[in-house]
């Protein structure tokens, strides 16, 4: 299985911030790379896929870059409906796999 | 616009099988690729498996001995069966819609919380 590791684990910010998150892969994934945010009792949302493309109705303050085994999530300016756990994805193979989760709390 | 709605039995002993069904409302059912993730409580996402329309399956090794998912196109459903079960298949279960073949997840079910306990 291909290993995502997320970092930090847990990311404290204010309203504002310009904040990114990390997610590498323990071999290249070319940009397979799909990101989620997920809230507490809630499904993950998806909001990017092919590491930088934003899916539609996604705030353009989110974005993605990266290839191969290193990519960031970077959030512009954080709002305060910003504030969750996100979560990398791999889909260059079976078995798909997910990093850990940042947690991004208000400072 | 897709929507996922799922159930099941939430309350489990060790050694039974779990059984969850997803229905999908909306947008095309045949062309697509249907999963199964969960999330034990207060931790990371696990990728379960996948189905397509056809039957054709791909299942998470570490689970493969276990999983069974079916599709019934007529009902526009799926499910999944985990037989076995321990406590640490306590998790919610989501099932999704995949974008294509083992890819991203774009519409998620709302989650079904399954306990197993004696």
């Known amino acids: 299985d291909i290993q995502m590791t997320q970092s930090p684990s847990t990311l404290s910010a204010s309203v504002g911030d310009r904040v990114t998150i990390t997610c590498r892969a323990s071999q290249s994934i070319s940009s397979w790379l799909a990101w989620y945010q997920q809230k507490p009792g809630k499904a993950p949302k998806f909001l990017i896929y092919?590491?930088?493309s934003l899916e539609s109705g996604v705030p353009s303050r989110f974005s993605g870059s990266g290839s191969g085994t290193e990519f960031t999530l970077t959030i512009s300016s954080l709002q305060p409906d910003d504030f969750a756990t996100y979560y990398c994805?791999?889909?260059?193979?079976?078995?798909?796999?997910f990093g850990q989760g940042t947690r991004l709390e208000i400072k | 616009q897709v929507q996922l709605q799922q159930w099941g039995a939430g309350m489990l002993k060790p050694s039974e099988t779990l059984s969850l069904t997803c229905a999908v409302y909306g947008g095309s059912f045949s062309g697509d690729y249907w999963s199964w993730i969960r999330q034990p409580p207060g931790k990371g996402l696990e990728w379960i498996g996948e189905i397509n329309r056809g039957g054709s399956t791909y299942y998470n090794p570490s689970l493969k001995s276990r999983v069974t998912m079916s599709v019934d196109t007529s009902k526009k459903q799926f499910s999944l069966k985990l037989s076995s079960l321990t406590a640490a298949d306590t998790a919610v279960y989501f099932c999704?819609?995949?974008?294509?073949?083992?890819?991203?997840?774009?519409?998620w079910g709302q989650g079904t919380l399954v306990t197993v306990s004696s």
């Open positions: 994805q791999q889909y260059k193979s079976y078995s798909i796999t």
């Open positions: 999704a819609r995949g974008y294509g073949s083992g890819s991203f997840y774009n519409y």
């Open positions: 092919k590491a930088s």
